[in-house]
């Protein structure tokens, strides 16, 4: 079946970096992609959503000069967190729409920022 | 945007059959009933979806009432590995654009050997 993946898997950064997580549809096309956030015990909130070749949409309250999405290809969304701080550590999730609308998720990318 | 209400969470035993209620009263004619569960510290994975009738697949079965108003996921015979979060979620029309999704708390399954 059709497999998005995600990378890295976790990563630990100090407070002030930048990071960056890959979002890669292995086997099909994504002409849309959609990056989640996710708090410990909680639901996964939708930061924004992304077309290959355009801006990426943001929903309301997230930062898009702090979280940019960059959609150069058919088969990766990149999501960098700017000038990371604690706050931001959570449990980043992408999913990738292929044309027939199917939807797929990425494994995750755990982040901590000490 | 129709939401769903689902159960905090619920317990089986092995091998024995699960039944997870999703309530979705605000449910409109196009909104397909889509279910995905979380495994610990990773991205949801589909289960399986429907409109009107019922549906099964190998994971799972999906009833849904002739109102639509609720569903039912039936695993048949839980594992172990079945222990998941399991999310029902309304999606207009039947591939529906993601921000219609609503991600509520969804169940915790526990299962137990």
């Known amino acids: 079946g059709a497999v998005v993946s995600q990378h890295p898997s976790w990563v630990i950064c100090k407070s002030g970096t930048s990071v960056k997580i890959e979002c890669r549809s292995l086997d099909f096309q994504a002409t849309t992609m959609f990056w989640y956030r996710q708090f410990p015990k909680q639901s996964l909130m939708l930061m924004a959503t992304s077309n290959e070749g355009s801006k990426a949409t943001y929903e309301q309250g997230v930062e898009k000069d702090k979280f940019l999405i960059n959609h150069a290809s058919l088969t990766l969304s990149t999501l960098t967190v700017t000038s990371a701080h604690p706050e931001d550590s959570s449990f980043y999730i992408c999913s990738a729409s292929a044309r027939a609308g199917e939807l797929f998720f990425g494994e995750g990318s755990r982040l901590t920022v000490l | 945007d129709a939401k769903t209400t689902q159960p905090n969470s619920m317990e089986s035993n092995e091998e024995e059959p699960v039944h997870l209620p999703c309530n979705h009263s605000?449910?409109?004619?196009?909104?397909?009933i889509h279910w995905y569960r979380q495994l610990p510290s990773q991205g949801p994975e589909y289960v399986i979806h429907g409109l009107t009738s019922n549906v099964n697949n190998r994971m799972a079965s999906l009833a849904i009432a002739e109102d639509r108003k609720s569903s039912t996921l039936i695993l048949h015979r839980a594992t172990l590995r079945d222990a998941a979060v399991y999310y029902c979620?309304?999606?207009?029309?039947?591939?529906?654009?993601?921000?219609?999704?609503?991600w509520g708390l969804g169940t915790s399954l526990a299962v137990n050997p």
């Open positions: 605000t449910i409109s004619g196009t909104d397909y």
């Open positions: 979620i309304l999606r207009a029309g039947r591939t529906g654009n993601n921000r219609k999704l609503i």
